[in-house]
């Protein structure tokens, strides 16, 4: 029987490398970033969908979506109240047709996977998701280290961190919909191994469940 994941935490959390070693260990991963880059590529009907609800400015010299501006219309400080909401409307629907067409194909070619559903905003979409999960596990790390790491590694200033983050569910949510929280505020090595025995003990599940 396949294992379904639902992975999510927090932005600069830690869930990429706990994403990337799944990946390593053999599971499926389905990202939804990755996805939601696909779905507002020059010439796709989400894109044209995002000017006409944002307007012309979305789109830069090169045809391609303005992420920068576009964020900050969505998640920075003056954001319209609704801008996430018509946002996800365009994209969502398109990102989860894809993600179930991976997600099948890879059912069908393989009854045993581990199939990882890589989802940012998890406890925001959990209940409008074409699927449902054999477990759920987010990865945490204190707000203040997340800032820290936004501010190092991605550019940001304090307030853009601090917005990134309001505009997101609270760890609180997320802890609650999951069975498993992995700490990422510990050292690699720790939270890795931590990621090798989940990751063992979802293949026995999927084995013991085929036999």
């Known amino acids: 029987m396949v294992i379904r994941i639902g992975l999510t935490g927090g932005i600069a959390a830690g869930k990429s490398t706990v994403s990337r070693r799944l990946g390593e260990l053999g599971a499926t991963i389905i990202d939804y970033d990755a996805l939601a ?17 944002f307007g012309p400015e979305a789109v830069g010299a090169d045809g391609k979506l ?30 989860y047709e894809l993600a179930k067409r991976i997600d099948m194909q890879t059912a069908r070619q393989n009854s045993s996977a581990v199939i990882v559903h890589d989802i940012p905003l998890l406890a925001e979409v959990l209940h409008d998701l074409p699927f449902s999960f054999d477990h759920i596990v987010t990865v945490e790390a204190p707000e203040s280290i997340r800032i820290e790491r936004m501010i190092r590694t991605r550019g940001m200033d304090r307030a853009q961190a601090q917005a990134r983050i309001a505009s997101q569910s609270k ?10 929280v992995v700490d990422s505020n510990v050292d690699v090595k720790t939270m890795l191994a931590r990621v090798d025995s989940l990751y063992a003990t979802w293949r026995d599940e999927a084995s013991a469940s085929g036999r």
């Open 171 to 180: 760890r609180s949510a997320r802890i609650a919909m999951a069975d498993t």
């Open 66 to 95: 303005d992420r920068t501006w576009l964020a900050e219309r969505v998640f920075g400080e003056h954001a319209d109240p609704h801008a996430r909401q018509r946002l996800d409307a365009i994209e969502h629907p398109l990102i």
């Open 37 to 53: 880059r696909q779905v507002v590529e020059p010439g796709g009907v989400a894109l044209q969908r995002i000017v006409d609800v």
